[in-house]
């Protein structure tokens, strides 16, 4: 997943709830409960403005200020699912599809791709004032978004080994790739003299349940977000270097890819599941997702303008940009009925 995926916090349709979960802290040592808060919005984020940390001692972060708009970690009803991907009980099951896919994900395009270099910590010192507090909220969202794919991904491959090994494996391998990202952003953090403690906010946030058909419309719309967003700030810095403050956005290039295989996958999942697209209860649903998604997406990044403006971006245009190329690519999803339209299988408005 990338910077905006799973940030549906504005959903919360009847079929949702919210679970506690694993609260675990109590074992852990005091000093790793210390909460070091996320900035709630671009705004308060300037007004802080805390001076550059001096030291290259590194804050760890064990504790996230959720807001309506925070990326959240998700899971799901796990039995539900093993049902769906078990072959014998869903004849809608494409397993030469799911085969080749899986042979993309191992080829592991890119592996080598997440190097680091010494122009990362040289960026992160010259940059101060709101654009680096900015900065350094770009990088723990962005973060907590990739590794809540992670987890989510993780855990589905963990879970549906035994029904369908193929299906299993394509998810541990997605998983494979999203803790490439995390961990990338999450070095990138270090640059700023800063970590998100990951292993502890595993344990101790709170995990949204989504039904198996809602994680399907909201990971599908993710990752091709991701795609677009991660694509299209590429394509803009390359052409205005002078924007180029960072060396992450070097990357996006190929890790735009990851993003784009992922979005594949569930393309492929939501074919092998028509009751998710066809009937009028499931358009009503991938609208609704289309239309949150995208006013999430929308409002998260107007409060952040001084990050967009930072790069050389106007918010405004770049989502709509972003907007306007993802419904097109999701209206080309694949259909298995003529007569009813859908946000991701036709063209209808
Ligand atoms: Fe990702
Ligand atoms: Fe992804």
Redesign the pocket.
């Known amino acids: ?2 910077s905006s ?1 799973m940030e549906l916090s504005l959903l919360n349709p009847a079929a949702m709830r919210h679970r506690a979960a694993r609260p675990s802290s109590a074992g852990l040592p005091l000093a790793r409960r210390s909460a070091v808060r996320f900035r709630a919005s671009a705004s308060a984020a300037a007004a802080a403005a805390p001076p550059k940390p001096s030291g290259p001692k590194k804050r760890g972060k064990t504790e996230i200020q959720e807001t309506l708009l925070t990326p959240r970690f998700y899971t799901t009803d796990f039995d539900e699912m093993e049902r769906l991907f078990n072959a014998e009980i869903n004849k809608q099951l494409n397993q030469a599809e799911f085969d080749a896919l899986l042979q993309e994900f191992k080829t592991d395009y890119n592996q080598t791709h997440f190097v680091r270099n010494p122009e990362f910590k040289a960026a992160a010192d010259k940059m101060d004032g709101p654009l680096r507090q900015i900065f350094v909220e770009f990088l723990e969202r962005s973060c907590t978004a ?1 590794f809540s ?1 992670f987890l989510l991904y993780k855990e589905l491959g963990r879970r549906l080994k035994k029904t369908n090994p193929v299906v299993a494996e394509i998810f541990s391998l997605m998983s494979r ?2 803790a490439r ?1 995390a961990g990338f952003l999450n070095k990138g953090l270090s640059d700023f003299n800063l970590a998100l403690d990951l292993g502890f906010l595993t344990k101790a946030r709170k995990y949204t349940f989504f039904k198996p058909k809602f994680i399907f419309y909201a990971t599908y719309l993710s990752e091709k977000i ?1 795609y677009w967003r991660y694509i299209t700030i590429f394509r803009h810095l390359k052409a205005n270097p002078e924007y180029q403050v960072y060396p992450i956005f070097k990357y996006f290039e190929n890790w735009c890819q ?2 784009n295989r ?1 979005g594949d996958f569930f393309s492929a999942l939501l074919k092998a599941q028509p009751q998710f697209l066809n009937d009028w209860k499931a358009k009503l649903w991938s609208r609704f997702f289309c239309l949150s998604v995208y006013v999430t997406m929308y409002l998260n990044d107007c409060q952040r303008t001084t990050f967009y403006e930072g790069i050389g971006l106007d918010t405004k245009e770049f989502d709509m940009h972003v907007i306007i190329e993802n419904v097109h690519i999701s209206a080309d999803q694949p259909h298995n009925s003529e007569d009813l339209p859908c946000c991701f299988g036709c063209r209808e408005p």
């Open positions: 997943m990338a995926a990739e794919g790739d999203e990202h991701g990851d993003e992922h």
